[in-house]
């Protein structure tokens, strides 16, 4: 565990050290708030009609299908394909591949979180201080909002590890993340039926949390992101094992 603990905090503070890193990071802060400002005092009539819970929302929608998928591709790019080509991925150290694969996860699974707090901090900062409606009512449901948005975030990390793990490119890598996620964005609108058979259609379920919540769903859906998850796991650590030194 002490092992899994500090190769975690290493791969944490390499992509700390990351440009994308610091841009996801500096874009979580700045863009609810520039967005508040262009809503409350440049007169934008559409976006001042909706209550500012909704505008919140649509910041957060945002991250979820583009900023947050950018980041983990290039991030999982990075730990795993890259540090292939590099030969640095499985240099002889006095670590398990398992902890050493555990361990990666880990790292973009918290950064991912710590990236959706910080833009809800900043949401709900920017709010308090520049929406005439803003109610302090709103703080828990915005939160849970964002906080349930991490467990899809970290199965589409886990889909996107099985897929770097395919490749010895990370150009050739990255290309099919994207294509793959564009594809599954697409897909539901020429095969309707294939919707929740796609981890990107799990991307707004907080929006199940807010309407007339129905028990059953949630279950469906938490089954779903679980069974995903251990699928997309196993077979990425089978990918992962194989690699050769």
Same mark, same amino acid.
Request: hydrophobic share 65%.
């Given at each position: 565990m002490n092992t899994i603990k500090a190769n975690s905090l290493n791969e944490i503070e390499k992509l700390l050290a990351k440009k994308i890193t610091k841009f996801v990071f500096l874009s979580a802060l700045l863009i609810p708030i520039l967005t508040k400002l262009l809503v409350n005092y440049l007169f934008i009539t559409?976006?001042?009609?909706?209550?500012?819970?909704n505008i919140n929302f649509t910041l957060l929608d945002l991250f979820l299908t583009i900023l947050m998928p950018l980041f983990i591709f290039i991030a999982v790019t990075d730990m795993f394909t890259g540090e292939g080509e590099s030969g640095t991925l499985l240099q002889v150290r006095p670590i398990s591949r398992m902890e050493l694969y555990l361990s990666k996860i880990i790292a973009i699974s918290i950064l991912s979180l710590v990236i959706l707090l910080i833009e809800w901090l *900043? /949401? &709900?900062?920017?709010? *308090? /201080? &520049?929406?005439?409606t803003f109610e302090y009512t709103m703080i828990p449901t915005s939160f849970g909002a964002f906080f349930v948005s991490w467990f899809p975030i970290i199965l589409i990390s886990i889909f996107a590890i099985l897929l770097a793990l395919f490749f010895k490119s990370s150009v050739l890598a990255i290309s099919s993340m994207i294509f793959?996620?564009?594809m599954m964005i697409f897909i539901p609108y020429i095969f309707p039926a294939t919707m929740y058979l796609l981890p990107s259609t799990y991307l707004d379920w907080y929006m199940q949390w807010h309407s007339n919540v129905s028990i059953q769903w949630i279950l469906q859906t938490v089954t779903y992101l679980c069974s995903s998850f251990g699928l997309f796991f196993s077979l990425g650590y089978y990918m992962f094992n194989r690699k050769e030194a």
């Open positions: 559409d976006w001042m009609a909706l209550p500012a819970e *900043a /949401v &709900i900062i920017s709010s *308090a /201080v &520049i929406d005439k793959m996620y564009l």
